[in-house]
Structure formats: structure tokens, C-alpha cells
């Protein structure tokens, strides 16, 4: 069953004009026909069934039936992840939303290689993943900002799973056993790792807890990917 991302309000017999993309992608690729029955979601109203009411040549036009699943929460979970190279960063939004993560936060560290990226793409790349993965709604994905001013403005209550390269840190499964569920995020630092300063400020945190991945050096997408499935696993919507 396709699955679309559709901003708009979603109410029975509402009609829905799709943009560019969507369209090419149901005219050209799915080979849609009138009256052919799909999925869409908005992140707020639930999943609902829609069919195909026209197929013109520059916009798919779609008819909204009726709701067929509920809109519910998932984790409260934030991914902070240091810009690498396009091509893992891209690989990390991508996983991250498969894993279920609320918002992704780039940040710029010390060691940062990449210094911007292509925000309006890795949204992309989250629409589709969660459009395939069966989620309903699909994670925010915040401009870059600097570390610094990220631990500056940290939001009060919400935990933070530091993942430190050093070495000297509890497995990430022992860190986080005993842990209560609720607002958490993830942090991934850059290829270079994160600066002595950095790691200061950050173990002297009273809302993080440092853990290690374990004894091998990961790449930053390897290491996102595991940190969020363990997370999950622990404390997440994976104990079912």
C-alpha cells in the first residue's frame, strides 16, 4: 500500500492536489489510475484512505475516504548528531527515522569537519523513510547550531545519552539500566571525536549520562544507529 506525507487537514471527502513530486511519483513511477486506493498521514490526524480522483499531467489529485488508524505517540526521543559527510549524515536521518526518533538536531562541534548541510534534503530523506517505514508522522529536523549553544539552551527535564569515544564509560546497556522512560535524546559526536573541553562539559552535566559503544571505533552513522536501537530497546516503544 503506498503511503503519502500530506500536510494538510485530512476530513472525509476532502480533496487533496499533490505537489510536483508526489505526483510525478504516482503518475510516473506507480503508474497510478483513478480510483486507485492509498495511504496518507499529516502527523497529527492519524492514517487515513485515499483514492486517486484525477491524474493530470502536472498534479495527482486525491480524494480522502476515511480514517484508518488512529494518530498515536511514539518515543520522546532527540538524535544530536555532529554534521559529518553528506553521505553518512544522510544514512543517519534516514535510520533515524526508521528507529523511530522525535527530532533531529545537527550540531557543530569543535572537531566538525562539515560546517553546513542541505537541511530541505535530509527533510526529504525523513519524509520518505517514514512514509515507507508505516510511522505517522515524520521527524523535525532542526537547522544546524554549535554544541555549545545547544547545551546552553538544553530543555529542562529532557535526559541526555552522551555516547563518549574515551573508553572509560559504563556499555551503553548498563548505563541505561534503571533509567526512567520520558523525554531523552542521543548524542553522536564527529569522526574526530569530541575535544577534552567538550567531554568536560559534557560529563559535568547533571542531566547526561555517559556510555560507551563498545571496544571498537565506529563510524558516526554506525554509532548513531546502534545508540538509538539499544535506547529503544531499553527504555523505548520496542518493550512493546
Given amino acids: 500500500m503506498i503511503r503519502l506525507f500530506i500536510p494538510d487537514d485530512l476530513a472525509p471527502g476532502a480533496e487533496l492536489s499533490l505537489d510536483e513530486g508526489q505526483s510525478r511519483y504516482l503518475a510516473s513511477v506507480m503508474r497510478a ?22 491524474v493530470g499531467k502536472r498534479a495527482v489529485v486525491l480524494q480522502v475516504i476515511d480514517p484508518a488508524r488512529p494518530q498515536g505517540e511514539g518515543s520522546d526521543l532527540d538524535l544530536v548528531i ?7 549524515l544522510e544514512t543517519i536521518v534516514e535510520k533515524a527515522a526508521e528507529l523511530g526518533v522525535r527530532r533531529i538536531r545537527p550540531v557543530i562541534t569543535e572537531r566538525t569537519n562539515a560546517d553546513h548541510t542541505r537541511v530541505d534534503r535530509l527533510r526529504a530523506i525523513a519524509t520518505e523513510a517514514a512514509e515507507q517505514t508505516g510511522r505517522l508522522d515524520v521527524p523535525e529536523i532542526l537547522e544546524p547550531v554549535k554544541l555549545e549553544r ?9 535526559r541526555l545519552l552522551f555516547c563518549d569515544e ?7 546497556a548498563e548505563a541505561l539500566a534503571g533509567q526512567a522512560p520520558g523525554p531523552w535524546a542521543v548524542l553522536i559526536g564527529p569522526e574526530g571525536g569530541f575535544s577534552p573541553r567538550e567531554r568536560e562539559r559534557l560529563r559535568g552535566l547533571a542531566c547526561a549520562t555517559a556510555a560507551s559503544l563498545g571496544p571498537r571505533i565506529l563510524r558516526a552513522d554506525t554509532a548513531a544507529i546502534a545508540a538509538l536501537t539499544l535506547w529503544q530497546a531499553a527504555l523505548g516503544d520496542w518493550r512493546g
Fill in 82 to 88: 555532529a554534521l559529518v559527510k553528506r553521505g553518512p
Fill in 33 to 54: 489510475k483513478p480510483g486507485d486506493e492509498l495511504r496518507v498521514f499529516n502527523g497529527r490526524e492519524g492514517e487515513w484512505r485515499a483514492l486517486v480522483a484525477q
Fill in 166 to 172: 574515551a573508553g572509560d564509560a559504563k556499555p551503553v
Fill in 150 to 158: 545547544l547545551i546552553d539552551d538544553w530543555e529542562a527535564g529532557r
